[in-house]
């Protein structure tokens, strides 16, 4: 059985962190929880954790906050009620690893916590139109495009949460050769994780 996910939740209503508790199952092991965001940055330096599932809204700094101080030590997930652009894409900016709505099945945020540990960014189907729809805007006032066509390609089918095995069959490539491709892409931008190209994306308005 492969080791259970080192987990902190952060959300300042206890039925929440409870219930995501009671959820969650056995590939999961949560080690911290802090119902505000510095309890959540102490948390998490202390603990070092392998995944921080965090709310948006919450007292002394909100997730904004708990981003910006701990995406290089852990991938963190926002998990909110806010479907706003400017939520997500304040989000993205920041470093975060995915946001994710609380109405979401818990089958499918399970598996998109999983993937957020695994380096992948994870969006609510819902919301990952937003984050491209500002590629695209900001892609008009790019003077300078350091990717290939292809890793473009890629870039956008990365923001869109797939998976390599996903980007081989809709690339007709083999999944290797699709994280070849991202790993190129990472380099070419010196960036260290797959999640940060989402943030990279925003930034420099790559589609």
Same mark, same amino acid.
């Given at each position: 059985?492969?080791?259970?996910?080192? !987990?902190? *939740?952060?959300?300042?209503?206890?039925?929440?962190?409870?219930?995501?508790?009671?959820?969650?199952?056995?590939?999961?092991?949560?080690?911290?929880? +802090?119902?505000?965001?510095?309890?959540?940055?102490?948390?998490?330096?202390? #603990?070092?954790?392998?995944?921080?599932?965090?709310?948006?809204?919450?007292?002394?700094?909100?997730?904004?906050?708990?981003?910006?101080? &701990? +995406?290089?030590? &852990?991938?963190?997930?926002? *998990? !909110?009620?806010?479907?706003?652009? @400017?939520?997500?894409?304040? $989000?993205?900016? +920041?470093?975060?690893?995915?946001?994710?709505?609380?109405?979401?099945?818990?089958?499918?945020? #399970?598996?998109?916590?999983?993937?957020?540990?695994?380096?992948?960014?994870?969006?609510?189907?819902?919301?990952?139109?937003?984050? *491209?729809?500002?590629? #695209?805007?900001?892609?008009?006032?790019?003077?300078?495009?350091?990717? !290939?066509?292809?890793? @473009? =390609?890629?870039?956008?089918?990365?923001?869109?949460? #797939?998976?390599?095995? =996903?980007?081989?069959?809709?690339?007709?490539?083999?999944?290797?050769? $699709?994280?070849?491709?991202? @790993?190129?892409?990472?380099?070419?931008?010196?960036?260290?994780?797959?999640?940060?190209?989402?943030?990279? $994306?925003?930034?420099?308005?790559?589609?």
């Amino acid at each position: 059985m492969p080791t259970p996910l080192r !987990t902190v *939740l952060a959300d300042d209503h206890e039925l929440v962190r409870s219930g995501l508790r009671a959820e969650l199952g056995d590939g999961f092991e949560v080690v911290g929880e +802090a119902d505000d965001a510095e309890g959540a940055i102490d948390v998490i330096t202390a #603990r070092r954790p392998d995944l921080v599932v965090c709310d948006l809204h919450m007292p002394r700094g909100g997730g904004l906050a708990v981003v910006q101080r &701990c +995406a290089t030590i &852990c991938p963190i997930v926002i *998990l !909110t009620v806010s479907e706003a652009e @400017r939520d997500l894409l304040d $989000a993205v900016a +920041a470093g975060a690893a995915g946001y994710l709505v609380k109405s979401a099945p818990i089958g499918e945020l #399970r598996d998109a916590f999983r993937a957020a540990a695994a380096g992948e960014p994870v969006f609510s189907p819902s919301l990952a139109a937003l984050v *491209l729809g500002e590629f #695209r805007r900001l892609a008009k006032a790019a003077d300078v495009n350091p990717l !290939t066509e292809r890793e @473009r =390609e890629v870039l956008q089918l990365v923001a869109r949460g #797939r998976t390599y095995k =996903e980007l081989g069959v809709l690339l007709g490539i083999s999944p290797k050769t $699709a994280e070849n491709h991202v @790993r190129n892409i990472l380099g070419k931008l010196h960036l260290s994780r797959r999640s940060d190209l989402v943030r990279y $994306a925003v930034e420099h308005g790559l589609d």
